[in-house]
């Protein structure tokens, strides 16, 4: 499975991104999910869903303000980002794991895409 994420950019606080990832390959039954690193931070869990989309978690500083969906047609995930605040700014990278737990830890993820800058000024 490879991934390929994009839709980064730069924002002002309180405004709105969206962020997509497409993966290739035969992501069936993969979760899927987004990480962020900040610069000088650890990778930090943004949000995961799983294959079948009835398992959604959110870290508690995105709940209410970004919502990740799942086409699984088109081997898609969506990162939608409202009310953005300068703490988002970070690179985010969409991962995929085949086993569908501990979506917290990166190293449950085996698979990564490149990143894409988020940029949210104040």
């Known amino acids: 499975v490879q991934l390929q994420a994009s839709g980064g950019g730069l924002v002002q606080a309180g405004g709105s991104l969206t962020l997509s990832c497409a993966a290739s390959?035969?992501?069936?039954?993969?979760?899927m999910g987004w990480f962020r690193r900040a610069p000088g931070q650890e990778r930090e869990f943004v949000a995961a869903?799983?294959?079948?989309?009835?398992?959604?978690y959110y870290a508690d500083s995105v709940k209410g303000r970004f919502t990740i969906s799942r086409d699984k047609a088109k081997k898609t995930i969506t990162l939608q980002m409202n009310s953005l605040k300068p703490e988002d700014t970070a690179v985010y990278y969409c991962?995929?794991?085949?086993?569908?737990?501990?979506?917290?830890?990166?190293?449950?993820?085996?698979?990564w895409g490149q990143g894409t800058q988020v940029t949210v000024s104040s």
């Open positions: 991962a995929a794991q085949q086993v569908g737990s501990d979506y917290q830890s990166p190293a449950r993820w085996g698979y």
């Open positions: 390959g035969r992501p069936n039954g993969y979760s």
């Open positions: 869903i799983s294959w079948n989309m009835v398992t959604i």
